[in-house]
Nanobody, 130 residues
Framework: QVQLVESGGGTVQAGGSLRLSCAAS????????MGWFRQAPGKEREFAAAISWSAGSTYYADSVKGRFTISRANAKKTVYLQMNSLKPEDTALYFC???????????????????????WGQGTQVTVSS
């Protein structure tokens, strides 16, 4: 059984930075693409970033491109999301996702609802104050 545990969320002022971590356990982490999604209050869950199993390819939502960086350390079974130049509109609950059979590129284009049956963490809250 896969378990994903996010950490690193918090409250920062606009322009600040946070680094989220997602630790995986339970199966072969290094074989799968990983993604970060987020959900703001009253809004649909949306894609933020994804990374291929080898870390050779990364994909970003237009809203975070140039500010967020996804990376992974397969030996530690951990995926990271470095978030810089944070804006109030980045305020959301951030989730990591492991979806066997889905590529990182696919995570960025398919509706997040399609990924609901796969493995999600419990989320970590990011709040950006203006």
């Amino acid at each position: 059984q896969v378990q994903l545990v996010e950490s690193g969320g918090g409250t920062v002022q606009a322009g600040g930075s946070l680094r989220l971590s997602c630790a995986a356990s339970g199966r072969t982490f290094s074989s799968y693409a990983m993604g970060w999604f987020r959900q703001a209050p009253g809004k649909e869950r949306e894609f933020a970033a994804a990374i291929s199993w080898s870390a050779g390819s990364t994909y970003y939502a237009d809203s975070v491109k140039g500010r967020f960086t996804i990376s992974r350390a397969n030996a530690k079974k951990t995926v990271y999301l470095q978030m810089n130049s944070l804006k109030p509109e980045d305020t959301a609950l951030y989730f990591c996702v492991l979806a066997p059979g889905r590529t990182a590129q696919a995570m960025g284009v398919i509706p997040p609802s399609i990924l609901i049956p796969f493995h999600w963490g419990q989320g970590t809250q990011v709040t950006v104050s203006s």
